[in-house]
Structures are given as structure tokens and as C-alpha cells.
């Protein structure tokens, strides 16, 4: 399934025997599939190898995400702890990186990761795979997320022998909490094996309705206020059927908007018919995050490679836009954005 080939299988099993000091990393800004699919993998390999096994990232989570990591997983964050996890990569013998195509993604920490001489191993769902860099490579576009791609990976090691009710209470959890963030709880990028995840995992005893509840219903208010005020006040829908939010500093500072707290947004302006495209801007201090989002027969990736630095999932990408390089300030992303809808929707 999903290209997991048996060689490989007895590859990573063979690392996974023969490692001790395993550190498990993600992208930068780790999201509910970074975090999802880390937590998983270090809970496995704590639980089921008996490993000292560890999560190192660049960044430390959002508050609204940084539940998925349970207590069981120990994490070192580089804007916080960077002697620590500098430190941890240099005593690595194994390292496996998730949800990113290659350690650039890691930012502040791919020079690292780039000098470890440790055997490394990649899992992940986008395009691209820095395949150069890795004993071993896990990578297929065609599946919902990390986790999911993880989850049929583990299944074929020897010692959960495709039984998911082998997999730690732990693992089993995160997998279910990364793949329903990466999916927007089954809305997009969606195949037959997300459902039977789903299902098996379910069976196997994760609640459920606990990671919903977890996932969606615990923000603060200041989430519901900025979502309503960006929808009747900033959204602009183009002609071409372009629909666009710029978060600006003036307003994230204006409602004490905090990291996490606009995910899921610019999934909202899809409902609208005649938006094909949806396209969400959040400003940093160089450069506005990019989240892009489409319907079916238009190209959120495409559109992302091209105009934002960017790429990911057919209908669900993201990248960056940055000034002076690609627009002469943050006053200028509206012309800019204007300019994308007929690009990309002409």
C-alpha cells in the first residue's frame, strides 16, 4: 500500500534494531500532522523498541496544538532549548525526519541535521523527497498526511505485524489527532485508506469525540472574534472566483492573536460557490505565511510553487511571499494577490 516496499521495511527495521539514540523531527512551525506524526513515532519507539528516543524541532508548538505531543514524549525546541538540541542531534545515531520532503524544512536546525553522520530515514507526503540524503525514503503525495503515511509503515514492521491494536495507546492517538488536522476532519485530501485509519483506530480504542473536542472546541475567544472580524471586514473575492484574507500585524496585535489560533480559516471561504480558490495571508516580520486552498480542478499547488516559494497537496498548500524580494511591502500583497487570481483561475 502507498509504495511501502518490503526492502524498505527491512531497512528501517534493521535501523530501528540496531539504533539507540533516535531523534525524531518535523518541519518548522510544526503543525497537527508534524506533531501528530512525531509523537506517534517517539511513543513507538520509547514503548515498543525500549529507544531513547526523543523529538527535536525548530520551533515550540502553538498552544492550541501542543496538546498531540502526550506526556510520554520528551521534546527539545531550538528557540527555546538550543544547546540542548543541538547537543541531541550531535549524540544521534539514527535520525528520522516527518512531514517534510528534506531538513531545509527544519530551518534553524538543518545545518545540524545536515552534519549528523547518523543514518537517516525519511516519512513523508509531499512532493519532491530530498531522496539524496537518506538511507531509506517513505514518500507518496498520494495520502492524506504523515501520520497516515506513518501508520501503514508501522503496521508492516515485524513487530506490530499489521495489527493495530499493537501500537502504543500513545502512538495510536496521535496518528488519529495528525491525520484528522492534515484532513480538516475528512474534508480534503481524503483517500480509502484515511477511512480505514480511521476505523482501525477507532477500533483499537482511541476516543474519538476526545480528539474532536481537543482539536476544535478548547481556543479562546479571541479566535472567534478575529475569524468573524477577517470574514465581514478583509475577505476580498476576485472576479476570477479568488477569495483572499490578509491578517496584518496591526490586526493579529489588535486581537491578541496568538500561533494556531486562525488555522482552519481559509478553508471557510470555499463554501462560497463561486470561490474556486481560497488564499489566507498572515503577516510575520519579513514576510506574510501563506495558506492556499482549492476546489477540485484548480491547483492550490501549483499556484503556491509558482507565486509563493511554495507547494504541497493538490487542493490544500502553502508557502511564503516575501518584501522586498516579492512585493515591494506588506501594503502590497492585495495588488499582488489580485495579480495570482488571474494567474491562476484565468
Known amino acids: 500500500m502507498y509504495g511501502i516496499e518490503t526492502e524498505d521495511i527491512r531497512t528501517l527495521d534493521a535501523l530501528l534494531e540496531s539504533g539507540r539514540t533516535v531523534t525524531v523531527t518535523a518541519h518548522t512551525h510544526p503543525d497537527?500532522?508534524?506533531?501528530?506524526?512525531?509523537?506517534?513515532?517517539?511513543?513507538?519507539?520509547?514503548?515498543?523498541?525500549?529507544?531513547?528516543?526523543?523529538?527535536?524541532?525548530?520551533?515550540?508548538?502553538?498552544?492550541?496544538?501542543?496538546?498531540?505531543?502526550?506526556?510520554?514524549?520528551?521534546?527539545?525546541?531550538h528557540d527555546t532549548e538550543p544547546e540542548a538540541c543541538l547537543a541531541r542531534i550531535a549524540a544521534s545515531d539514527l535520525v528520522i525526519l516527518l512531514d517534510a520532503?528534506?531538513?531545509?524544512?527544519?530551518?534553524?536546525?538543518?545545518?545540524?541535521?545536515g552534519a549528523s553522520p547518523a543514518p537517516k530515514v525519511l516519512i513523508d507526503h509531499h512532493v519532491g523527497p530530498d531522496r539524496d540524503r537518506f538511507r531509506v525514503v517513505f514518500s507518496t503525495p498520494d495520502v492524506s498526511s504523515a501520520s497516515e503515511l506513518l501508520y501503514y509503515v508501522l503496521l508492516e514492521l515485524p513487530d506490530i505485524g499489521g495489527d493495530p491494536a499493537r501500537l502504543p495507546a500513545d502512538?495510536?492517538?496521535?496518528?488519529?489527532?495528525?491525520?484528522?488536522?492534515?484532513?480538516?476532519?475528512?474534508?480534503?485530501?481524503v483517500y480509502p485508506g484515511t477511512f480505514r485509519m480511521a476505523a482501525d483506530l477507532i477500533a483499537a480504542g482511541v476516543d474519538r469525540d476526545a480528539v474532536l473536542s481537543d482539536l476544535y472546541n478548547r481556543y479562546r475567544e479571541n479566535r472567534v472574534r478575529v475569524m468573524g472580524y477577517l470574514q465581514h471586514e478583509i475577505l476580498r473575492i476576485t472576479p476570477e472566483g479568488l477569495a483572499y484574507i490578509i491578517a496584518t500585524r496591526d490586526i493579529l496585535d489588535r486581537f491578541d492573536v496568538a500561533e494556531g489560533e486562525t488555522e482552519g480559516l481559509v478553508n471557510i471561504p470555499l463554501s462560497i460557490d463561486r470561490v474556486k480558490m481560497s488564499i489566507f495571508l498572515k503577516q510575520?516580520?519579513?514576510?506574510?505565511?501563506?495558506?492556499?486552498?482549492?476546489?477540485?480542478?484548480?491547483?492550490?499547488?501549483?499556484?503556491?510553487?509558482?507565486?509563493?516559494h511554495g507547494g504541497g497537496h493538490e487542493n490544500?498548500?502553502?508557502?511564503?511571499?516575501?518584501?522586498?524580494?516579492?512585493?515591494?511591502?506588506?501594503?502590497?500583497?492585495?495588488?499582488?494577490?489580485?495579480?495570482v487570481s488571474r494567474a491562476c483561475l484565468s
Not at 490544500?316 to 495579480?339: F, H, M, N, T, V
Open 284 to 308: 510575520e516580520q519579513d514576510h506574510f505565511r501563506v495558506s492556499i486552498r482549492s476546489k477540485k480542478g484548480w491547483s492550490a499547488r501549483e499556484c503556491a510553487f509558482v507565486h509563493f
Open 171 to 189: 502512538t495510536a492517538r496521535a496518528l488519529l489527532t495528525g491525520m484528522t488536522t492534515d484532513t480538516n476532519n475528512f474534508a480534503n485530501s
Open 101 to 113: 520532503n528534506g531538513f531545509s524544512r527544519t530551518e534553524s536546525l538543518q545545518d545540524a541535521f
Open 32 to 77: 497537527g500532522d508534524a506533531l501528530g506524526s512525531v509523537s506517534a513515532l517517539v511513543a513507538y519507539l520509547r514503548e515498543r523498541r525500549g529507544k531513547d528516543a526523543v523529538a527535536v524541532l525548530s520551533d515550540s508548538p502553538a498552544a492550541t496544538v501542543r496538546f498531540i505531543v502526550p506526556d510520554s514524549v520528551p521534546l527539545l525546541c
Open 316 to 339: 490544500a498548500s502553502g508557502g511564503k511571499l516575501w518584501w522586498p524580494a516579492d512585493i515591494p511591502g506588506p501594503e502590497a500583497a492585495a495588488a499582488y494577490l489580485e495579480q
